[in-house]
């Protein structure tokens, strides 16, 4: 077995995380910026030892990068005063169930993530990740300062699905419209 490192802004989330806006097959560009492969990660708030492992990050990537969040001022700006990721769902997205209960992080990379099933098999299927699935996400934490903004980023490093979910965004996935036989009848008159 390898020598685990343990890297203080890498975080592997809970296995009941659900994926939202999973863009995790083809990078997407957003307000025309460089296309990246991204995903929503909801994190129950019950899931408390997650939460307390990105919380540990942010502060480890606050005290990594205080060079970059201080850039060309005097002084490194208060972690309570510059941008982080995780945020509560029930504040904003009170009307979305989804996100509620929940706090989310979205993450985001140039590369795309590795995927793979429970059994840490690559998956090569497409429509068996989608948004709504659970599993685990491996995230880093990073500080940020580009054109004024300054903060805690996260990057998507890989993905495990661990089973599947109510897809969200209301499509429906091909698998469950054509699950039932009794509509065949009716084909055929």
Not at 64 to 78: I, R, W, Y
Not at 150 to 174: H, Y
Request: aromatic share 8%.
């Amino acid at each position: 077995m390898a020598n685990k490192v343990t890297i203080p802004t890498k975080v592997i989330t809970g296995v009941n995380t659900r994926w939202s806006y999973a863009n995790v097959w083809d990078p997407k560009s957003i307000n025309g910026g460089a296309p990246k492969y991204s995903v929503s990660l909801i994190i129950p708030k019950s899931d408390t030892a997650t939460v307390a492992k990105i919380n540990a990050a942010i502060q480890a990537a606050y005290e990594e990068g205080q060079s970059k969040l201080k850039g060309n001022g005097k002084s490194v700006p208060a972690l309570s005063a510059i941008k982080t990721p995780l945020r509560d769902g029930d504040l904003e997205r009170p009307d979305d169930e989804a996100y509620k209960n929940a706090y989310f992080i979205n993450a985001n990379s140039a590369t795309a993530p590795g995927i793979v099933d429970a059994d840490r098999q690559p998956i090569l299927e497409r429509s068996e990740v989608y948004s709504g699935v659970y599993g685990r996400a491996s995230i880093n934490l990073y500080a940020f300062n580009s054109n004024g903004n300054k903060g805690i980023a996260c990057g998507l490093n890989n993905l495990q699905k661990i089973r599947d979910g109510e897809p969200l965004g209301g499509k429906s996935r091909a698998e469950d419209d054509f699950a039932t036989a009794d509509d065949e009848d009716d084909f055929l008159d």
